[in-house]
């Protein structure tokens, strides 16, 4: 029986690795930097030379890891194969079988970096004893990982989930940085939030701390604890956003529970007070009660989802 997994997740500027004992203990975690020059080519080179030394300096055995599991930041279909990774370099390729080779034969499993860590805080997160939620991710942009019956929903071609990029505005004129107009990410991601602020002080005469300095997702989240009724309008805004696309969500799948982690998130469940409100007015009755929960993995959440990609 093999004792040991590996969990990477790999960002655009460092790889996140963890080595966990089968029963989801993290033992270490480390990083490395991700050599995104010519086209990624070195990524996968170096995750496999950085697992085969920490096994050297643990004196683990092929024989005793059960694989290694990774969450990158595209597309990853149910084969492994990813398409596309516009941040790493990265052209269609095939996970799996590629990092597999480099580990001489290890077991491989792959997926979505969204996905993956939505399946870490099932397993070990704010989602533990749920099989079935939606993790929401709100910072630089909106991710999300819907998981049924305590399955990852990947979708044909591994699309599934994206759900900062549901059309929530019609009439958007900027453009998201998918290409569309109107997507959630631009409104309930941490540079959203701003962005919605920055249109509210252009717009409204009215006194706010807001106006006084720098003006982020964490700043307006502090102003609206405070009771700034500027701020509390912007909340508002987010709010509606963000709450009547995960009524939407929860027609479809139902969830038992949202997860919501992220930068954002730091700002506690004050968020819940903005979001619950127009998803409960807009959702489905079936819906109605599902809990809100704060994740709780933090950046740890993509290293413990890849790993339960192995054991799962």
């Not at 040991?4 to 996140?16: E, N």
């Not at 819907?146 to 990947?154: D, L, Y």
């Amino acid at each position: 029986m093999a004792n040991y997994v590996f969990g990477v997740d790999v960002g655009g500027t460092t790889v996140k690795l963890g080595l966990f004992d089968v029963s989801g203990n993290l033992e270490e975690k480390w990083e490395i930097p991700t050599r995104t020059e010519n086209g990624g080519v070195n990524i996968l080179p170096d995750i496999a030379a950085s697992v085969q030394a920490k096994m050297t300096e643990r004196s683990i055995s092929k024989e005793d890891v059960a694989g290694v599991g990774i969450g990158a930041p595209g597309p990853v279909d149910g084969e492994g194969i990813i398409h596309r990774a516009v941040n790493l370099g990265w052209s269609e390729m095939n996970l799996k079988k590629e990092l597999t080779e480099l580990l001489g034969g290890m077991l491989v499993e792959g997926g979505n970096d969204a996905n993956v860590a939505a399946l870490g805080e099932m397993w070990k997160g704010g989602g533990q004893g749920h099989k079935d939620l939606v993790a929401v991710t709100l910072g630089t942009g909106v991710g999300g990982g819907i998981i049924v019956n305590g399955k990852v929903v990947t979708g044909f071609n591994g699309s599934g989930g994206e759900i900062g990029h549901i059309h929530v505005e019609d009439h958007e004129t900027t453009a998201c940085n998918c290409g569309n107009y109107g997507c959630l990410e631009q409104y309930a991601s941490a540079t959203g939030i701003t962005r919605l602020a920055e249109q509210k002080l252009k717009s409204s005469d009215k006194d706010s701390v807001l106006r006084q300095g720098e003006v982020s997702a964490k700043t307006v989240f502090d102003a609206v604890k405070a009771g700034d009724e500027l701020a509390v309008e912007v909340a508002v805004q987010f709010g509606e956003y963000l709450g009547k696309a995960l009524a939407v969500i929860a027609g479809v799948v139902n969830p038992e529970v949202f997860v919501i982690g992220g930068g954002v998130s730091k700002a506690g469940e004050v968020l819940f007070d903005y979001i619950r409100p127009p998803y409960e007015k807009t959702v489905f009755h079936g819906s109605k009660e599902t809990k809100f929960v704060l994740a709780t993995l933090g950046n740890d959440a993509g290293i413990y989802g890849a790993a339960r990609l192995v054991l799962a």
